[in-house]
């Protein structure tokens, strides 16, 4: 019985050459295509597949939203995130969102059909590229301390991208008030940028996208 595929990416070339190259295996069929997160859902609920092999950076609906959603609504379904991005917040965003897979667009076919099998077995594929990063995070012990409901509201907003100054004016706190509140959260983190503070959060559950 065949692997059934579905394949959400905004670029229609990359759509094109990746069904190309699964449809030359026996056993995976590609039954669709979205070209944005909605799409994906849309599709993922009427279509049933298997697998969603799914881009992050989309129009309208991110894939991070697009995998909690279809993961949601349709539990059967597994997702198995291939995009070029290998920013530690995108990874743990995809994986917390339900995604069963991590694999980069920098990866040879094979390994792309390796990890669509996996995953359709029910098991997990993280692309050789990130596994070392995302193990040796997991193995990062826990701070004793824990973060206020301010410098967790802090998090969030720079989770969402927002600069200190955004920040500031979003709660109503001053510039240095916002970088006060982020050098305590790196001390208790353990860690020494946004980044990395943005990364520790979302591995730990203490915030997640979207919020």
Do not use: C, W
């Not at 039954?31 to 881009?55: I, K």
């Not at 193995?139 to 206020?148: D, G, K, S, V």
């Amino acid at each position: 019985m065949s692997i059934r595929v579905l394949l959400a990416d905004d670029h229609g070339v990359v759509r094109k050459g990746v069904r190309e190259f699964l449809e030359e295996e026996a056993d995976i069929e590609v039954v669709g295509e979205a070209s944005d997160g909605a799409q994906a859902v849309e599709l993922a609920r009427a279509l049933a597949p298997d697998v969603v092999v799914m881009d992050i950076k989309m129009p309208g609906l991110s894939g991070v939203e697009a995998t909690r959603r279809i993961r949601r609504d349709a539990p059967g379904v597994r997702v198995l995130a291939l995009t070029a991005y290998d920013d530690e917040p995108y990874i743990f965003g995809l994986l917390e969102a339900g995604a069963s897979g991590y694999v980069l667009k920098t990866a040879e076919s094979r390994e792309l059909i390796r990890a669509i099998r996996a995953v359709a077995a029910g098991q997990s594929a993280l692309d050789p590229a990130i596994a070392p990063r995302l193990i040796a995070r997991v193995a990062q012990p826990a701070n004793a301390e824990t973060l206020t409901e301010r410098e967790l509201e802090v998090l969030r907003l720079a989770a969402r991208g927002l600069t200190n100054k955004q920040i500031g004016v979003h709660l109503a706190i001053s510039d240095r008030t916002v970088q006060n509140h982020l050098a305590n959260i790196y001390a208790k983190l353990g860690v020494a940028s946004r980044t990395e503070a943005v990364t520790a959060a979302l591995q730990r559950g203490l915030i997640h996208l979207g919020e």
